[in-house]
């Protein structure tokens, strides 16, 4: 497998491109076995930054949540996802 760019270097768009094509080629079953434990790998560090990305801003826009009132709130969110599961 080409030498990656590593996952915390990519962008959220480019990281989830590059999910969403890990995930079409190991539906194909067109890949050596070595292959396809490599690209499963790689899958599960990029689902794991764009977890995490995706919690990090969703608690980033709660704290810039404001009341009726122009006041600064902290309202709760709701979390991503993190479980490790990866599922194709």
Same mark, same amino acid.
């Given at each position: 497998?080409?030498?990656? &760019?590593?996952?915390?270097?990519? &962008? ?39 977890? &995490?990305?995706?919690? =990090? ?18 309202? =709760?969110?709701?979390?991503?996802? &993190? ?6």
């Amino acid at each position: 497998m080409a030498e990656k &760019t590593p996952v915390e270097q990519l &962008t959220y768009k480019q990281a989830s491109q590059e999910l969403e094509l890990i995930i079409r080629s190991l539906e194909s079953g067109d890949m050596e076995l070595e292959e396809s434990l490599e690209s499963y790998t790689r899958g599960v560090e990029l689902l794991k930054s764009l977890r &995490t990305r995706l919690s =990090d801003a969703e608690q980033k826009v709660s704290v810039l949540l404001k009341d009726v009132d122009g006041n600064d709130v902290l309202a =709760d969110g709701e979390a991503a996802n &993190t479980d490790d599961n990866l599922s194709f």
